[in-house]
């Protein structure tokens, strides 16, 4: 028996394993094909955009670190700019996901509450029950309402506005619309 939890256990486990890997991958691509778009995006754009319009790697770093350009002819200078790239490629791609997942969320909860709105079929009975709870709450309102002007009048005496009080909530409580279980 222990035998057999164990490759239960084991096997949900794989499909587990398997199919968060599968995710690992779409989101590592995702990430990569978006990175790539803002990348060229950013040194090809025109600069009323944001973008560089493909200058020379040289001036576009020169511009980014405020160095002159010559200091970016050699390796150290430009893996120092290829670093300062990613850094701000990579910024705006976490923005891009950011506001990718609220509005996929956002969208996800309206799409859940339209369909469990469609998948409420209301019956005759509900409908019924709804109407008869309605009624009953505008009986209670109107015996509040009466039960406050019969509080208020002054010239009556204490006997008189009880009993008219115990009549407001007779007419309430005897009512065929009782509250819904």
Partial sequence: MNSFVDIVTLSLYSIY???????????RFLWNFIFSLLMIYYLQAPT?????????KE???????HLPSHHFYNDIGMNM????????ITSWTTVFFTI????????????????SRKSKKQ???TIKQAKDTKK???RCVLAVEQIIHVCRQENLSNKKKLNDVQRAIRGVSSHKYLLPS
């Fill in 17 to 27: 394993s398997i199919f968060f890997q599968s995710l690992r991958e779409i989101q």
């Fill in 48 to 56: 009323l955009f944001g973008g560089h319009e493909n200058l020379p």
């Fill in 59 to 65: 001036d576009i770093c020169a511009s980014i670190l």
């Fill in 81 to 88: 700019c290829q670093t300062k790239l990613d850094n701000i």
């Fill in 100 to 115: 990718a997942l609220v509005l996929s969320l956002q969208h996800s909860i309206s799409f859940y509450q339209y369909i």
């Fill in 123 to 125: 019956s005759p009975e």
């Fill in 136 to 138: 009953y709450r505008d």
